[in-house]
């Protein structure tokens, strides 16, 4: 059990987290997907870091975090799920509890396919290790997004006929050869006689399970019990609090400016703030 | 004439500088007392600067502001005087003009002496260069704050006699041997047939001219034009401006959380919100 589990392993995920172990809180931090700042060539503007990029400057605050103890896992965190006054979490095939949760999982950006979502559970998965081996020996389909989904498919593919569709354009070079590609970008998803049809331009096709496998969760999946405005933007009262106790948001999540500065701010005010919930 | 002028030098004051430089803005910062940050032994909790001291991580940031052409002056502002659609300030004995002023003080910390803001110009002075000629041959005293004054008490002394009076435990060791020092603790200010008055505990001394030597001004002298509560902290509208157009506030002058992070935060988002502004 920790007394804080950090969803995003960006600058405000990290700000936070060091701050909390400085007041002696224990933290989780989970990241799985590359995010904003990993993408940029050089960043100046932020302040003791001159002329990096952004892959550097994030190692190196990783690393400061590793050092003052935080724990940190290249896992996607699927589902947080509040339970009385904890909250438990599902990253990659683990279980983790934390007292206190800080979402700071960037700019949201996952776009669920029509019909994804109420299938969640009924043939359609997030996780290749979790619920490959409930498909053994049929036929399956991965809806890849990322550079990892092409390895989980690959793995899936000792288990069951793969097909393997790409929702946006990444890395499948190493697929092995006997799974089947779409050249169809998937439009669609629904049940029919206990399977699931990936609907494309070309009409639809049949499978006795779809795995999707993105590099983040969309929110209203992660966490569906936060409060959001008519736009799905998490609804947050002193910036920070979101509609459940002990569950704060940082960082880009919150809206724009998008800058690393402005994210380290935020972690430390979020964190700073939910220490004195904790310690109440 | 600068596009923004920055008072203060420390975390928020770099931070805004160096996103203003990002965005081609000139910027003059401006600094003279030693900050917060500066008397921290260690720091740990900055994201990026791990295991650190404060003073060398105000280096690190300050030396980095430079290199994108910031123009910084360990000179200290005594008044920043708006103009219509500009701001001109005095540096020391210098003039300085800007389109903008981000206020980054750090934790406001002078007290006034009673009696002292209605004299000023009256006999009372901040600035020993500017203002020494005045009272040359005559009688004056210097209230003293810190290190430095003790230097300008020495130039002082080549005008006039000086008594020195310590409001602050401060090293005045280096004060040359023709200079009196008084003991007794200044408690307030005072007119009387065109001297000042200084009271003490044991009566008052008059003196043809008071300079009193600070590490900062009090921000109601600094810009005495800004609204502020009835608690005397400057009232703000989205955090970061203030009653008068582009004059925004950043940093530990906004209230706490004291903390790096946030202030290098702080610093990021009211330079974008100025740099919004002035291209309008």
Redesign the interface.
């Known amino acids: 059990m920790y007394d804080v589990l950090i969803v995003g392993g960006g ?1 405000a995920g ?2 936070a987290a ?2 909390l ?2 007041r002696g809180k224990s933290v989780l931090m989970a990241y799985s997907d590359r995010g904003a700042l990993e993408k940029a060539a050089l960043v ?7 002329h990096i990029s952004g892959r550097d ?1 994030i190692d ?2 990783r ?2 975090a590793r ?2 103890g935080v724990e940190i896992k290249e896992s996607l965190v699927q589902r947080v799920l509040p339970m009385g006054d904890m909250f438990s979490a599902m990253l990659g095939n683990e279980l983790a509890q934390a007292r206190a949760v800080i979402l700071a999982t960037g700019i949201p950006r996952i776009a669920l396919l029509p019909g994804e979502e109420k299938l969640v559970g009924m043939g359609v998965s997030y996780c290749a290790t979790c619920d490959g081996m409930f498909y053994k020996g049929g036929n399956i389909a991965v809806i890849g997004a990322w550079n990892e989904a092409a390895e989980e498919a690959n793995f899936l593919a000792t288990l069951a006929h793969v097909t393997y569709y790409t929702e946006k354009p990444h890395e499948t070079g190493t697929l092995k050869p006997e799974i089947d590609r779409s050249p169809l970008k998937p439009l669609g998803l629904t049940a029919e006689g206990g399977r699931i049809l990936i609907e494309t331009e070309a009409g639809s096709d049949a499978y006795d399970g779809v795995f999707i496998l993105r590099p983040a969760m969309a929110l209203s999946q992660l966490m569906p019990e936060l409060e959001t405005d008519e736009k799905g933007k998490i609804r947050t009262w002193d910036q920070y609090r979101t509609s459940l106790n002990n569950v704060m948001i940082a960082g880009d999540l919150q809206g724009p ?1 998008y ?1 690393i ?9 979020a964190a ?1 703030q939910l220490i004195r919930q904790l310690d109440e």
Do not use: F, H, W
């Open positions: 600058p990290c700000s060091l701050t172990r400085m100046e503007n932020y302040p003791g870091m001159p400057m190196a605050i690393a400061q050092d003052l400016p800058q500065a402005k994210a380290v701010g935020d972690g430390n005010i700073l």
